[in-house]
């Protein structure tokens, strides 16, 4: 059984048991979440649409932990004027499994 989320503006495809880093939730960690803007369930052959949410479905998770990726660096070169501009990013993350999917 699968399912498809919007977590933080982007759509994740989850499993039952499955850990995922998602954008950071201002949650402490062992706390539970419920995700209710759920597009798709599929359990087998069976598929459930939603248009564009489905109604009563629930995906639930745990968090495990807050963090930051690894920095991304970021370099701007301009040719031949001798400009160059280095810059870095580390962006936060929450890392969460997912413990039930209901629809």
């Known amino acids: 059984m699968y399912a498809v989320i919007i977590a933080g503006g982007k759509q994740h495809k989850v499993q039952d048991g499955e850990e995922l880093k998602i954008e950071k939730l201002d949650l402490a960690e062992g706390d539970g979440v419920a995700f209710d803007q759920v597009l798709l369930v599929a359990d087998g052959d069976k598929v459930t ?5 489905i109604e009563g ?5 745990t ?3 807050q963090g930051r990726h690894k920095k991304v660096q970021i370099i701007k070169f301009k040719r031949r004027k001798h400009s160059m501009k280095h810059q870095g990013h580390r962006q ?11 629809g």
């Open 49 to 53: 649409l939603g248009t564009p949410y």
């Open 57 to 61: 479905a629930k995906v639930t998770a």
């Open 63 to 65: 968090v495990l932990e």
């Open 92 to 102: 936060y993350f929450t890392k969460i499994k997912i413990t039930g999917i209901q």
